[in-house]
């Protein structure tokens, strides 16, 4: 989409370090149960290779600490036209909410497996 990208016609950084918070939101809300979830922390990104209009786009995030009442993810963006490395991102953290805002322990301790994760699927 135009609007996604930059004076090159490339990507814009910025619409990427979105699709990534998005994207960690949802895995976030996945691995925690929960949709009261918020972004304290996103850094060290850095961008490997460009996308043009019309690669498509992966992103893959993963849990790599569980807290108390955060989750610390890592993400990589693939573009699957190029074979590249788009860009990664080694930190993330959310935090779970209660009704008002305020933090509040999750209770979980490690990534839940594919069964468990299809447990779910099925439950909804
Ligand atoms: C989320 C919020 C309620 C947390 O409140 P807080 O009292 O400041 O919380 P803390 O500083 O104790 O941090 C909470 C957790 O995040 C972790 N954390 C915070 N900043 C971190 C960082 N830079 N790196 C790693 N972990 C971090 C803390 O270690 C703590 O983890 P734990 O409970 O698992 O040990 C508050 O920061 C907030 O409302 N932030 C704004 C959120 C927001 O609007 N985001 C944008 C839209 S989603």
């Not at 949802?26 to 929960?34: P, S």
């Not at 209660?98 to 699927?121: L, Y």
Request: with cysteine; proline share 2%; net charge negative.
């Amino acid at each position: 989409m135009p609007a996604d990208l930059n004076g090159r016609n490339t990507l814009f950084g910025g619409r990427l370090v979105a699709w990534i918070d998005e994207e960690s939101y949802i895995y976030a809300t996945c691995q925690l149960d929960t949709r009261d979830i918020a972004t304290v922390y996103i850094g060290d990104f850095q961008f490997h290779s460009p996308a043009a209009s019309g690669d498509i786009v992966e992103i893959g995030v993963e849990a790599t600490r569980f807290g108390t009442t955060s989750l610390e993810m890592k993400a990589e963006a693939r573009n699957k036209t190029t074979k590249k490395l788009i860009c990664s991102c080694s930190k993330i953290v959310m935090v779970t909410l209660d009704a008002a805002g305020n933090k509040i322990p999750h209770g979980k301790t490690r990534i839940k497996s594919d069964a468990e994760e299809q447990m779910v699927d099925r439950s909804v």
